[in-house]
């Protein structure tokens, strides 16, 4: 391996440095071979072989891996039990209706909403916690039973009301967490719950409404919320992503680059809340879409608390916030635009976390700098350097000139500001985690078409495949382990693909073989002994490009010696995400959403002929150990 290579190396990841260079040797034998793209060369090379057979076995995993698997159940390990904590429809309350598909809004009002997504789990004591989840969106294949096809007010205010975000006290049974519907933190925030915005952009001219004339004093809800994140001073992330698509014009509206950048049509995805609710009507609410694309901060320990919208963290196409205290005791937030092309961002503190005295730690959310990533290195290597650009107003070309005419601007317009800064465009940045050591941060980039392929996207150091249909996920280490730092180092953990079908880059990274293929990365998280989670979101063919990958599922990486074995795999037409876990790390929580989408012949979890629904899903070990360990 060369030198230049062994300087490039991250640190503190020996066993993974070692592996990886025997794939950037196979790579260059490969090249000086001029094999590229005629052989299955990661499958078929000697040198391949070589690398799979010396793969240090992990000592972090203690379980089997499990086949890929096309049933219509989430399979686990021997030794592993996943069973139902809650679903779609389930009481939130005593006085909940029963789950129907014909439940209407004030059902829906008290029930568990659809879509489970990010989640996490507030301990409050021994036996009694808080569990905040995420209820992504709707599938109106399944919320109606007239399947979406003549959508009245009421059914409207359904889907308002199974978006959001469910909060549900659990509490310790005979060793096992259960919901309980009496727990009096109980709360079901919608897409109509009152809310304010903070930071820059509150007041701002583009934020203000007939009904909001103070901009952001008050906004009615949350949806398409994603992935998550958690403060250590006990409140909740939920981060909206896909808000374009409730949007759509009564009539013919001029909606110019700055709509169109974030995907504000005049025709929504088929929610038809536009047609009983002008909010999203964009003839008549042409403000409305700029107050969302929002990290919005819950106080889950108080039922009565006014979520807050953290317009510092900038408004894009959220997937999760990934936050972490420095070292210097700045708050520190990795954050993902989930869009081709699109890009990833950091957000500092301007005030320091003091640990303990959480009334001063409230607002540190409020203030600060959003940055956004810039990857650099040599073409066909798996690593470079990058730094982070500052997003404020008046500096890197943020000016008058430019289009922004404050910094409310620049945090609205985050995409645009990125553009201007030059920053990379990523292959849909999804979610970030940052490793227990606190010094690496590994992010999921899901799969980009559009790469190579339109002339904005071009193949770049660390998006390098072409269409990259099975994604890749890349990690960075800050300078000095100092997440406030500009500069960093990067690497590509996983590039995922199919070593049984394609060849070069396709096939994938060598930690990718016939047994462990996956495609389309998405949520990930680290456990305490810093065992990485991935769960996919990807196609579930099991044909073609796709062949011997089977339904969505979840895998378990060592980030050290590279190796990723199968944990689990879901039920027919699902996608896993969300993942949680009881501080004693026995008990995991993950997220099955939407089981049987566009009606796939799916009946999880209650079988017969029942409708899917998405649910929570509760992992623990038969003997009571540590999952994953
Ligand atoms: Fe909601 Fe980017 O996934
Ligand atoms: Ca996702
Ligand atoms: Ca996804
Ligand atoms: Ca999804």
């Not at 320990?301 to 210097?328: C, Q, V, W, Y």
Request: hydrophobic share 35%.
């Amino acid at each position: 391996m060369s030198k230049h290579i062994d300087q490039r190396q991250l640190d503190n990841e020996p066993e993974f440095n070692r592996f990886i260079d025997a794939a950037m040797n196979r790579r260059n034998f490969l090249r000086a071979a001029g094999a590229a793209g005629s052989v299955a060369f990661f499958a078929a090379s000697p040198v391949a072989k070589a690398v799979a057979g010396s793969m240090d076995k992990s000592k972090l995993m203690g379980f089997e891996a499990i086949p890929a698997s096309t049933a219509d159940t989430v399979v686990v390990p021997d030794g592993y039990v996943a069973e139902t904590l809650i679903s779609w429809g389930d009481a939130l309350f005593p006085n909940s209706p029963k789950f129907s598909q014909s439940n209407d809004s004030k059902a829906q009002e008290m029930q568990y909403g659809d879509n489970t997504d990010g989640m996490t789990f507030f301990p409050l004591s021994n036996d009694r916690a808080v569990l905040v989840a995420n209820n992504e969106y709707t599938n109106n294949e399944y919320l109606y039973t007239h399947q979406g096809k003549n959508i009245s007010a009421d059914d409207v205010r359904k889907g308002q009301a199974a978006h959001g975000v469910s909060i549900i006290e659990l509490v310790k049974k005979d060793g096992k967490w259960e919901v309980n519907t009496e727990g009096r933190l109980n709360r079901k925030i919608t897409a109509y719950t009152p809310m304010e915005m903070t930071g820059p952009a509150r007041g701002d001219d583009l934020l203000k409404t007939k009904a909001d004339p103070e901009g952001g004093e008050t906004i009615l809800g949350t949806y398409n919320n994603c992935a998550n994140g958690q403060t250590p001073w006990g409140t909740y992330l939920a981060c909206e992503e896909n808000f374009n698509g409730y949007f759509a014009a009564s009539e013919e509206v001029d909606l110019g680059p700055t709509y169109k950048r974030y995907g504000v049509k005049d025709k929504d995805w088929g929610y038809d809340w536009w047609k009983h609710d002008e909010r999203f009507d964009v003839a008549k609410t042409p403000n409305e879409p700029h107050r969302f694309g929002w990290v919005v901060e819950i106080d889950p320990m108080d039922p009565n608390s006014k979520p807050k919208k953290r317009s510092a963290l900038g408004r894009f196409k959220h997937e999760n916030a990934a936050l972490t205290i420095n070292k210097d005791g700045h708050v520190v937030v990795y954050l993902g635009d989930d869009e081709r092309g699109e890009h990833l961002y950091k957000f500092v503190s301007k005030n320091k976390y003091k640990p303990g005295t959480h009334a001063s730690n409230r607002d540190l959310l409020e203030e600060g700098t959003l940055y956004v990533a810039k990857f650099d290195g040599k073409e066909g290597e798996l690593n470079g350097k990058g730094e982070w650009v500052e997003l404020t107003f008046g500096k890197n070309g943020l000016t008058q000139e430019n289009g922004f005419k404050s910094q409310a601007e620049v945090m609205i317009f985050a995409r645009e500001a990125a553009t201007q800064v030059g920053a990379t465009t990523m292959d849909r940045p999804e979610w970030v985690a940052v490793h227990p050591d606190n010094k690496h941060v590994f992010c999921t980039l899901t799969n980009n078409k559009y790469r190579g392929v339109r002339e904005n996207q071009p193949l770049n150091v660390v998006n390098p495949r072409e269409k990259n249909p099975y994604g890749h996920i890349i990690r960075w280490e800050p300078q000095d382990g100092d997440h406030t730092a500009s500069d960093f180092k990067w690497d590509i953990f996983v590039m995922t693909g199919n070593p049984e079908v394609q060849e070069g880059l396709m096939a994938g990274t060598p930690n990718i073989n016939k047994d462990n293929m996956f495609n389309s990365p998405d949520g990930i998280g680290f456990d305490g002994a810093g065992r990485l989670w991935i769960q996919t979101d990807g196609k579930y063919s099991n044909e073609g490009n796709f062949a011997g990958m089977g339904n969505n599922q979840m895998l378990c990486a060592d980030t050290k010696t590279g190796e990723i074995r199968r944990f689990l795999t879901g039920p027919i037409a699902c996608e896993i995400t969300g993942l949680t876990f009881s501080p004693d790390y026995k008990t995991m929580f993950v997220g099955i959403q939407h089981p049987g989408e566009d009606l796939a012949p799916s009946h999880f979890p209650d079988g017969g002929d029942s409708v899917p629904r998405s649910t929570v899903m509760r992992i623990t070990r038969k003997d009571g150990g540590v999952i994953g360990a």
